[in-house]
């Protein structure tokens, strides 16, 4: 029986659970129950085409190696029965260099388009002496994430793209953009949106952002949420911190400039590791861009 699946929280659950499982010295309470819910449950999310991060490959192989489909629930924790712990513990750990390998690909490529980000802002808020920056960041409804796949979201990312490409509103008067995508344990898939805008022509950027999460929520048919970035409370925040770099930028105050940078930085951390996407579709999506 098909069932809905939270993609998203399902994939970070099998990387936490099989880098705990790698690291017992003995067979966990219920290890065979809860192993045939989670193989049941990404049989039914699986695609044979898609790219997935580091320990998924070892479900993807699983599913290869074995054909559970017809199994009952009893069944399938008998067919899993017939190899012990201590093997499938093996077995999973011969999936941590690829593990870390894909954690430290994903180190450099974070590290690469934090300087190609850097660059293209710099070069964006150098053509007004006044520059509107807007950030906004898109999600999904938490109660809605089992509606949801990364085929939907990469679907829903790309009518974003295009509505920005037109230029019309809340888009006109834009110099560039930038955004990161990313997936975490309650967020889910979701996108860090960043806006540069001729500061001549636009201000109020709450308003802007506002706008956006609008299209956003009507892109994905009421099912996204939207956090806007220039909440009177966030930017009070930020301010006494000392870091606020959204807003308005002028080009000859250095401070400004400087936070902005730092800012701006934060969509593509090096760092914020367990942010980074557990599956892509074959095709070559970009998670930064």
């Known amino acids: 029986m098909s069932m809905r699946i939270n993609e998203s929280a399902l994939l970070i659950q099998l990387e936490n659970i099989t880098e705990s499982w790698i690291a017992l010295d003995n067979e966990p309470d219920s290890f065979f129950e809860d192993f045939a819910v989670l193989l049941y449950e990404f049989k039914q999310i699986y695609h044979r085409s898609y790219s997935y991060f580091g320990y998924i490959n070892a479900w993807c192989n699983l599913l290869k190696q074995h054909d559970i489909a017809g199994l009952t629930s009893n069944e399938l924790i008998e067919y899993l029965q017939e190899q ?122 709450w308003g802007i952002a506002k706008r956006v999460g609008e299209l956003w929520k009507e892109i994905t048919g009421n099912l996204g949420m939207y956090f806007n970035c220039h909440d009177p409370e966030q930017l009070s925040k930020y301010t006494k911190l000392d870091i606020l770099g959204v807003g308005r930028i002028h080009r000859e105050n250095p401070e400004e400039v400087s936070r902005f940078l730092n800012a701006v930085t934060y969509l593509v951390r090096p760092e914020k590791e367990a942010q980074h996407l557990r599956i892509k579709p074959f095709y070559k999506m970009r998670s930064f861009q």
């Open 84 to 205: 012990s712990f201590k093997e499938y513990q093996q077995y999973f750990i011969g999936y941590k260099s690829l593990h870390l390998k894909d954690l430290r690909r994903h180190r450099e490529n974070e590290s690469r388009n934090k300087r190609s980000l850097k660059a293209k802002v710099t070069k964006a808020i150098q053509c007004y002496s006044k520059s509107e920056v807007v950030r906004v960041d898109l999600s999904y409804l938490q109660k809605y994430h089992e509606l949801v796949d990364m085929e939907d979201f990469c679907d829903d990312m790309e009518q974003l793209r295009k509505d920005i490409s037109k230029r019309g509103k809340p888009f006109d008067d834009l110099v560039d953009y930038a955004w990161a995508l990313e997936q975490g344990e309650t967020k889910g898939y979701h996108c860090h949106l960043l806006l540069i805008f001729n500061g001549h022509k636009k201000q109020a950027a």
